[in-house]
């Protein structure tokens, strides 16, 4: 049994901030590169941010600066800190785990609404 599981998703005023959590179950996730993406209405999935295990990360043009992902392998979760939202960044959110070879599967979230006024 695998699952990713999200939350924090929500409505927030332009400006404000936001964190998303996603807690993948086994052990076995510990050790995968993980990131989050989002869909917005009308467009294509955009990656935002990875990090490795080690801490490595890597972010998108349009969230540099704002985004913050970050990783605990002890409790096998990843979150991002949204700050200095903006409307354009109203999307739906999905935590994903990646490959650590060809042998094994990667896994995605269900996916969690995050909505930004004006």
């Known amino acids: 049994q695998v699952q990713l599981v999200e939350s924090g998703g929500g409505l927030v005023q332009a400006g404000g901030s936001l964190r998303l959590s996603c807690t993948a179950s086994g052990s076995f996730f510990r050790i995968r590169p993980m990131a989050w993406y989002r869909q917005a209405p009308g467009k294509q999935r955009e990656l935002l941010a990875r990090i490795s295990y080690g801490g490595t990360t890597n972010y998108a043009d349009s969230v540099k600066g704002r985004f913050t992902i970050s990783r605990d392998n002890a409790k096998t979760t990843v979150d991002l800190q949204m700050n200095s939202l903006k409307p354009e960044d109203t999307a739906v959110y999905y935590c994903?785990?990646?490959?650590?070879?060809?042998?094994?599967?990667?896994?995605w979230g269900q996916g969690t609404q995050v909505t930004v006024s004006s």
């Open positions: 994903y785990v990646g490959r650590v070879n060809s042998e094994v599967r990667d896994y």
